[in-house]
């Protein structure tokens, strides 16, 4: 049985319609922006590496993690059908670690404050080194700071992370 589309439910096809992928891919930033108010995190909207991005940020002090701040960013884009592979995830977590940078308001980076990146790739097209890539944090890390990737399978509904 052929695929159906969402929307036009009498035109079947292989693959299915721009519109149902664009609402998709819609429909997984904007569940990541329900996401991050329901936790009363802060977000907004921007392009990153070209595409559109939502962008969460949150910043957080606790006395036992040694009177240590973190202020940390939560970065989705919407890569649409572009192969995620490994150098697509170090390129954009290069990018999402530029954005945190320049837009991090706080006390000067060092022993007690830090800046993390959680960056989210959102595509209906993963390759398995991705994959890899998420499950085994394989990400560097930085002065006071760091970043771990996350992909989404926009069309498999599948999280891969560490």
Known sequence: MLPVCILTPSAPDTILC?????????????????RLNSKSIFFSEDMISNRPTVIGYDKKFKWWWMATQLNTFVIASDFGDVMITEQTIEEFLS????YAKTNYRGWPKGLQSGLGVIAILVSNNINEGAIRYCKELRSGRKWAGFSIPVTINSSASQVYSF
């Open 95 to 98: 990018e999402s670690f530029k």
């Open 18 to 34: 721009v519109m149902c992928k664009e609402m998709r891919m819609y429909m997984v930033l904007q569940n990541i922006k329900e």
